[in-house]
């Protein structure tokens, strides 16, 4: 049965899979808990936030739409981050047992009209769930970005192994001092990686913690930032373009043609 209230949030249940959404803190995914076991970070970088209207870092906090250009606030200086939508309120317009459907109006500092639309879909049997966003316009057309940043835990339990991480990328966008990609693209290479890789076939990244569980994130977009320079945490972000791709890789919302970008997380235990 689902639950909601301004305390606990939307939770979704499925065999032993139970998720819970919080409107109340940006529409994040406040835990994932399969037979038991949180497979998200908790505490102050906790669950899985949403990215948008854009992804990672926007350069000096700077774009243009047309002739027209725009400053946001730089709130990781010098750079702007994240989007807008990961710290207001979400308003959950319907939710069941095993799905539910969130929306955040767009506003400053935000110069343009419109909403982040959210599906969440945990699958029937408890073996994974799909998200799906949607970026919209209520006039003007503009450039956008959309995606999802997880904090997975690194150890699933105290002492136990840490996690292990799989993909296999065409390319990586070399990472400036800056930490925006510089325009050049490189031969993946090892970690530690605060990085952003292609994957022209979609995303298609694993995460193995071993004797425990298997994880695996897929995306048709070609863009993720794969992060785990933290103890704590690794991240997996599929996203609808790189960082500072307000400015490389735009993506136009208009009246007719909105974002759209959806991940699906399937897991399995393991003996």
Avoid: K
Wanted: aromatic share 8%; hydrophobic share 35%.
């Amino acid at each position: 049965m689902t639950t909601h209230d301004s305390d606990r949030g939307v939770r979704l249940r499925a065999a032993d899979a139970e998720l819970t959404l919080r409107p109340d803190q940006g529409g994040r995914i406040s835990s994932l808990r399969v037979g038991g076991t949180e497979l998200l970070r908790q505490g102050e970088r906790f669950g899985s936030f949403i990215m948008a209207p854009w992804c990672g870092r926007t350069r000096e906090g700077r774009f243009r739409n047309g002739a027209t250009a725009h400053e946001l606030p730089l709130n990781a200086a010098p750079h702007a981050i994240h989007g807008t939508v990961r710290r207001r309120p979400w308003r959950t317009v319907r939710a069941d047992d095993t799905s539910a459907a969130l929306i955040c109006e767009l506003a400053e500092p935000w110069p343009y009209a419109g909403r982040v639309t959210q599906l969440v879909e945990l699958a029937e049997d408890g073996s994974g769930l799909t998200c799906t966003l949607g970026v919209e316009t209520d006039g003007d057309s503009f450039p956008a970005q959309a995606g999802w940043h997880p904090w997975f835990l690194r150890s699933l339990r105290p002492g136990g192994p840490g996690v292990e991480i799989g993909f296999d990328a065409e390319w990586q966008e070399e990472r400036g001092a800056d930490h925006l990609p510089t325009g050049r693209r490189t031969a993946p290479g090892p970690g530690p990686w605060d990085d952003c890789f292609g994957m022209p076939d979609g995303v298609d990244v694993t995460l193995t913690w071993p004797g425990h569980l298997e994880l695996n994130v897929r995306s048709r977009s070609p863009w993720a930032v794969i992060y785990d320079e933290q103890a704590e945490a690794v991240c997996v972000e599929p996203q609808s373009g790189p960082p500072n791709g307000l400015n490389t890789h735009p993506r136009l919302v208009t009246p007719l043609e909105p974002l759209e970008i959806s991940t699906t997380w399937t897991w399995r235990t393991l003996p």
